[in-house]
């Protein structure tokens, strides 16, 4: 009950504090490429139930849906201005939408997209899919794109028992560093 009054707070004031950003990272996308500003992509969330969730449109319509690493060539998928939202982590802020709903909460295991099977059956067979899926997480925090799925999987165990408001907090000073020096963010 307490991480989902903080997750409410924090997500009205962000959500406030961000519109005007939202709006113009909304506009670039637009005018900088074809195609809708959010991309709404299925990702499996707590229990493994399916939920939609948005980000900014960082690749090109048309673009298959896989995680980024397994794409030929993913800097030719990217829009004109997707490796900035990528690396700075605006193509994020919608997800306060999943927050505000309860789909997500600020910090959990990232939600792993639909056709990510390998991670979603390690994670369910450690417990961690008992675990609602957050905006950054302690995965993101060490080492986010750069990390082996076992590895990831390992640190989500990892914040399943040592998991607390304090670490939260903790794990979100930890990602406001991390986004300020772009760390670990391959594309």
């Not at 390998?118 to 899919?129: A, K, P």
């Not at 080492?143 to 390992?154: E, H, L, Q």
Request: hydrophobic content about 45%.
């Amino acid at each position: 009950m307490l991480k989902r009054g903080f997750d409410l707070v924090l997500a009205l004031f962000a959500g406030l504090i961000l519109l005007l950003p939202l709006l113009i990272v909304a506009i670039m996308v637009r005018i900088t490429s074809k195609g809708p500003a959010l991309y709404w992509s299925d990702r499996v969330g707590k229990k493994n139930k399916t939920f939609k969730m948005p980000k900014f449109r960082s690749m090109r319509v048309g673009t298959p849906t896989v995680a980024t690493h397994l794409l030929a060539n993913p800097d030719a998928a990217l829009t004109p201005i997707g490796s900035f939202i990528r690396k700075t982590s605006l193509d994020e802020i919608p997800q306060l939408w999943n927050i505000l709903k309860g789909d997500m909460s600020f910090v959990g295991p990232r939600p792993a997209l639909f056709n990510q099977e390998d991670l979603i059956e390690l994670r369910t067979s450690y417990g961690v899919d008992g675990l609602t899926p957050g905006l950054t997480g302690w995965a993101q925090v060490n080492g986010r794109d750069t990390i082996s799925i076992p590895d990831k999987v390992a640190l989500d165990c990892e914040y399943l028992r040592r998991q607390s408001i304090g670490f939260d907090l903790y794990i979100l000073w930890l990602t406001f560093l991390r986004v300020l020096g772009q760390d670990n963010v391959s594309h």
